[in-house]
């Protein structure tokens, strides 16, 4: 897993760079510029979905208490929203 690459110059973006954009439409690359929009057609963008049938199962076969499963889906969300700068792929506009 990497950070994303600037569609026009090809440089990789920090963790930080990205993590400060990935919300907006319009991702700015800090290094040429240009305006770079999120890539939505990512194969595999779903598969962070798979961790609630797991988390129900998992929850189900240890008997974890509700507090116990909630904090275990605070804690996936966490490593979610964390993640997104490396799930991240950048192309130009009208593409």
Not at 6 to 30: A, D, E, H, L, N
Request: charged residues 15%; aromatic residues 10%; proline residues 5%.
């Amino acid at each position: 897993m990497h950070t994303p690459d600037c569609s026009y110059c090809g440089k990789r973006w920090s963790y930080g760079q990205t993590f400060k954009q990935v919300f907006k439409i319009k991702m700015i690359c800090p290094h040429c510029g240009k305006e770079n929009y999120y890539n939505a057609s990512k194969k595999g963008g779903w598969l962070p979905l798979l961790a609630i049938p797991i988390l129900l199962g998992l929850a189900f076969l240890l008997r974890l208490s509700s507090v116990e499963i909630i904090l275990m889906g605070c804690l996936l969300m966490i490593l979610h929203v964390l993640s997104i700068p490396y799930r991240t792929r950048l192309q130009r506009a009208g593409k």
